[in-house]
T-cell receptor, first 113, second 112 residues
Framework: SQTIHQWPATLVQPVGSPLSLECTVE??????LYWYRQAAGRGLQLLFY??????ISSEVPQNLSASRPQDRQFILSSKKLLLSDSGFYLC????????????FGSGTQLSVL | KQEVTQIPAALSVPEGENLVLNCSFT??????LQWFRQDPGKGLTSLLL?????REQTSGRLNASLDKSSGRSTLYIAASQPGDSATYLC???????????FGKGTRLSVIA
């Protein structure tokens, strides 16, 4: 069976510090991978998605970036965090076919102080 | 702009009641629609996926319907239980090449 791992669960970082959130998927190959952010009262916002190694599409311009160094690894990064980067970050995957379900990780609660 | 709307934002019902959650979307030419459940501080769990060619999907006490012509989907929960308390989100894929567009969810509380 397929599983998705996301860590850490919570993170408190000072403004201006770097960020690295990691997500891995097991039990499948060549998945579509996604990073979402969920802010209070604003719903889920798609940040990045990837259909293959090294292929990243950005949905929202910001100081965050994403990378996919391996088939089942997706990393969300920032060189300098802003207060507005606080939120609940969710990694998700789906099979390559577009009519497949989306499966989420357990999320990372990021607080930038 | 392609949007997904869920009303009400919050709903409280007594245990055992049947209930309906609503989702509306702006373009009837959708690819598929998915319902999710989210517990506080947790990730989303996929409940049901309805393809554009389907009218409903069922899983246990859950039934999701799709009416593309009116731009609506409903999630029916039968014999609600306190364990059903969570936020339910609806998400629409408007074309095969676009990511899901999420509603803001309905926060359901089932009172024992």
């Amino acid at each position: 069976s397929q599983t998705i791992h996301q860590w850490p669960a919570t993170l408190v970082q000072p403004v201006g510090s770097p960020l690295s959130l990691e997500c891995t998927v097991e039990g499948t190959s060549n998945p579509n991978l996604y990073w979402y952010r969920q802010a209070a009262g604003r719903g889920l916002q798609l940040l990045f998605y990837s259909v293959g190694i090294g292929q990243i599409s950005s949905e929202v311009p910001q100081n965050l970036s994403a990378s996919r160094p391996q088939d089942r690894q997706f990393i969300l990064s920032s060189k300098k965090l802003l207060l507005s980067d606080s939120g609940f970050y969710l990694c998700a995957w789906s099979r390559t076919a577009r009519n497949e379900k989306l499966f989420f990780g357990s999320g990372t609660q990021l607080s930038v102080l | 702009k392609q949007e997904v709307t869920q009303i009400p934002a919050a709903l409280s019902v007594p245990e055992g009641e049947n209930l309906v959650l609503n989702c509306s979307f702006t373009d009837s030419a959708i690819y598929n629609l998915q319902w999710f459940r989210q517990d506080p501080g947790k990730g989303l769990t996929s409940l049901l996926l309805i393809q554009s060619s389907q009218r409903e999907q069922t899983s246990g006490r859950l039934n999701a319907s799709l009416d593309k012509s009116s731009g609506r989907s409903t999630l029916y929960i039968a014999a609600s239980q306190p364990g059903d308390s969570a936020t339910y989100l609806c998400a629409v894929r408007y074309s095969g090449n676009t990511p899901l567009v999420f509603g803001k969810g309905t926060r359901l509380s089932v009172i024992a």
